[in-house]
């Protein structure tokens, strides 16, 4: 990810068919000299469609669209726009869309009543390879990589250093050590800056550890669909 | 004298009869049909080898002058025996005249010697194979066998068990090629002063003719009753099993006792045993009161068929039974009363029998008891054969060469009972079966009811969750979200609408909502999870309102009743509590730790500002302490504040465990403590 500059502003696109969010976004994005809105969708289709066109920095996806799922348009993108870094508006940030999306390919989300500042931060943060999480998702996908058991946490301390051993690492996706720590963290309702101070690291490392953490989810979710397709027949490989 | 005419061979086999045997008869006929078809078979007389054998039909006989010929002798000259010879047609019987037994010397009962003369004539006997077949000698004493004055067989045993119908002798007459077949053919009898006695026709020719003639008869008259006493008493012996293990149904010792008797006393109709163990009297007495028995252990098994009772006859066979078998206990004078009597008490146990019979069919038929008609109409046939022998025997009215009846009585006794048997093993297993089934499905309803009871139990229990979180949610609402929204509304209505207190009352109204939506989410006993979600719901507010968060959370055991709607309670507390802060007073900087006080977790909120009085503060926000405090006694916490220059420290107290009733209901007071400064 190149780092936005004054010169070469981010991109930023918008599928949402809230009129209301959209003018938010709009008056957010408005006062923030590096982002510029180049385009704003209403329906699936049509976002499907653009992605065809010239791609974007930031993709900003709402889940309830009015033709279907947002959840496709965050798939296609990560096909047809592989630099393009995903986020999700959401009312709550709740879990259940929020996980859902990331497998999908997304690495960020943003709260709808944010306030307009925050919209601008939240954009800036992830074009630099920022990825919020709040504590619950975390948990969540601690949970996931672990399966349901603490085996994981109980595992000698060699095996710990590496991976955990987890229900991801049959398909190919592990948690470091260091990943896990960092989710533990925010599972205490630590901020990345206290997270950095804690662990002796650089704020940017943690943002990294993040990231991965994002990508290792959705390579997980891929290699679970592969699985799943492959123990279904679907697949011949 | 005479050479019986050759027949072509064809006997019964051939009869109608069995064709009859495979359309749709019980297996009860099928069975009897089949004994009589064996029956007719043995009874046929063969006819196959009638030109290689002479059937001897007539002879003549003597008796001996001295009344006793004195000891068997291996040789006799025949022309010594000097008659008078009377011509007699075979079979011959020979009646005595009852006087009491004069003692021989050595206290051996007086005998009276008979000789019979067969001269085969012109039939001539082939030699090496010549043989001779006495269809039936029956008398009490012995009898024996001379071929031109040389012994060739002696009956064997003893005096009294040959009154029994034994098969009759099969004798080689000559067996080498020195050996010419004899010219003439003695018999001896001798026998027990004053007793009845008989002897049949007999056959000589070819040893194997004869031989195959003799072998049929054995076969049908005695091994097939053999076999059927013994196939009677094996299942008998199984009932007498069974009986061991269910003492409470008689009817399978009865069943026992009735094979055995039967057995016992058609013991002197089979071939086997020619020297008993058992003294000659003993077995008499054995073979007649094994009668007696049986007709008292019939009765009983008519009344279990029947389930009618006759007590007085009951007690009367008994002691009956008990009178006859001490009376003919044999005492060694006894023996010769014995052979003559036993038939005149054979006739009382025909009439006794008779009684029984009839009662049981009576009843049977009164009771409508299939079963007993069953068993009453078999021992009527089984009567109606054992009368006939024993008239027979007694009056030698009929041929002394025909079948007796009674052993076959045994294979028919043997069908009736084990039918009798095998209905009640199968109707039992058909009631277990049964048994089986009914307990399966009650066993299947109770399943059904305790089912059906889960799900009322579910359905009740669903609804109550319902109404709990409903009433939790509109508890919440109503405190909130609602009190919120009111304020909202009455500012724009009273047309103070400042734009940013409207935003800011509904950005708590969001937060409110995030927050419920929080503590629905599944923190499962992790207070640090959900502390952590707070801070990061109110986090953006704090930053809006310039104040510094400092996050000093140590780890802290988990709370085992943190379930969502005790959740709740915790995240609004201390939502009110930076709520306060960020609206009353002026600090710059909150900090959160946790720690471990008293058994419970200590959760402090404390900020740097000017700090209050802790009377202004309940004027003036009351409401939200109110609705704090509330909620801690919900929870079974403690809130504790302390205010002062330095700023103010606000603690929530939670128990480690909370108290079931608290849990359960959130009754339990709450020792809220506010402490002012």
Known sequence: MQTATAASPIHLVLVEDDVYFQEALRLAVRDAADIRLTGVFNTRAAALDALDGPPADVLLVDLGLPDGSGIDVIRAAQSRWPGCAVMVSTTFGDEAHVLQSIEAGATGYLLKDSSAPRIADEIRSLHGGGSPISPLIARQVLLRFRGQERAGAEAPKAAADTAVATEGAARGAVLSERERQVLELITKGFSYEEIARLMDISRHTVRTFVRRIYAKLEVGSKAEAIYEARSQGLLSI | ?677
């Open chain 2, 1 to 677: 004298m005479r050479n019986k005419p050759g027949k072509p061979a064809g006997g019964p086999q051939g009869s109608p009869w069995n064709r009859g045997l495979s359309r749709g008869r019980g297996p009860l006929d099928v069975y009897f049909l089949g004994l009589l078809l064996l029956a007719c078979l043995c009874c046929a007389p063969r006819q196959a080898h009638a030109q290689e054998m002479l059937h001897v039909t007539q002879a003549e006989m003597m008796q001996a002058p001295a009344g006793y010929a004195g000891p068997l002798q291996s040789t006799i000259d025949p022309a010594a025996l000097t008659g008078p010879w009377a011509a007699v047609e075979l079979p011959h019987t020979f009646f005595g005249h009852w006087s009491p037994p004069a003692a021989a010397p050595g206290g051996r009962p007086a005998l009276v010697t008979r000789w019979y003369r067969v001269r085969p004539g012109a039939y001539e006997m082939p030699s090496h194979t010549a043989s001779l077949f006495v269809v039936r000698g029956q008398m009490v004493g012995n009898l024996a066998i001379y071929g031109d004055g040389r012994l060739l067989f002696r009956s064997r045993g003893s005096l009294a068990w040959n009154v029994f119908r034994h098969p009759a002798v099969f004798v080689p007459l000559s067996q080498a090629a020195d050996m010419p077949p004899p010219k003439e053919l003695l018999i001896r009898i001798d026998a027990v002063n004053g007793s009845t006695g008989a002897l049949s026709t007999m056959w000589v020719g070819d040893g194997r003719a004869v031989y195959g003639h003799y072998a049929w008869r054995l076969w049908g008259e005695y091994e097939i009753p053999f076999m059927l006493s013994a196939a009677f008493l094996a299942v008998g012996l199984f009932s007498l099993g069974v009986w061991c293990f269910r003492r409470g149904e008689p009817i399978y010792l009865l069943f026992f006792g009735i094979a055995l008797c039967t057995v016992l006393r058609r013991w002197h109709f089979y071939e086997g045993i020619d020297w008993l163990p058992l003294p000659d009297p003993w077995f008499i007495w054995l073979t007649m009161n094994a009668l007696t028995w049986q007709t008292v252990l019939l009765h009983r098994f008519f009344e279990i068929l029947h389930r009618r009772h006759h007590p007085w006859l009951g007690r009367t066979l008994l002691v009956l039974a008990v009178l006859c078998t001490l009376a003919t206990i044999p005492a060694p004078l006894l023996l010769h009363g014995l052979v003559q009597f036993r038939q005149t008490i054979y006739g009382g146990l025909i009439l006794a029998n008779t009684v029984v019979i009839g009662l049981g069919w009576y009843d049977s038929w009164r009771a409508r008891s299939h079963e007993g008609l069953v068993l009453a109409i078999g021992h009527a046939v089984a009567l109606f054969m054992g009368t006939y022998d024993w008239v027979k025997f007694n009056s030698h009215l009929i041929d002394t060469e025909s079948i007796a009846l009674t052993p076959y009585v045994t294979g028919g006794l043997f069908a009736l009972f084990g039918y009798v048997m095998f209905r009640r093993y199968v109707r039992a297993l058909g009631h277990v079966e049964e048994v089986n089934a009914s307990l399966e499905a009650s066993l299947a309803a109770r399943e059904a009811e305790l089912a059906e009871s889960y799900r009322l139990l579910r359905v009740v229990e669903q609804r109550e969750t319902l109404n709990r979180e409903r009433a939790r949610l509109v508890q919440d609402m109503h405190d909130g979200l609602g009190s919120s929204l009111m304020t909202a509304l009455r500012v724009v209505e009273h047309g103070r609408a400042d734009e940013a207190a409207v935003a800011e009352v509904l950005r708590a109204c969001i937060d409110d909502l995030k927050l419920t939506i929080d503590s629905m989410e599944p923190v499962q006993t992790d207070l640090l999870l959900l502390l952590a979600t707070l801070r990061f719901r109110l986090g953006p507010r704090l930053e809006h309102a310039g104040i510094t968060l400092r996050w000093e959370v140590n780890d802290v055991p988990a709370l085992d009743w943190l379930e969502p709607r005790n959740a709740l309670h915790i995240l609004r507390i201390l939502q009110e509590a930076f709520t306060n802060v960020i609206k009353h007073t002026r600090a710059r900087e909150i900090c959160v730790t946790t720690g471990l006080v008293d058994d419970g977790i200590q959760v402090t909120v404390a900020d740097n500002g000017p700090g209050f009085v802790l009377a202004d503060g309940l004027k003036q926000g009351g409401r939200g302490l109110g609705n704090q405090l509330r909620r801690a006694e919900a929870i079974g916490a403690r809130l504790a504040i302390r205010s002062d220059d330095e700023g103010t420290r606000f603690s929530l107290w939670l128990p480690l465990r909370m108290q079931s009733a608290a849990a359960a209901s959130g009754a339990t007071p709450a020792s809220a403590a506010a402490t002012p400064a």
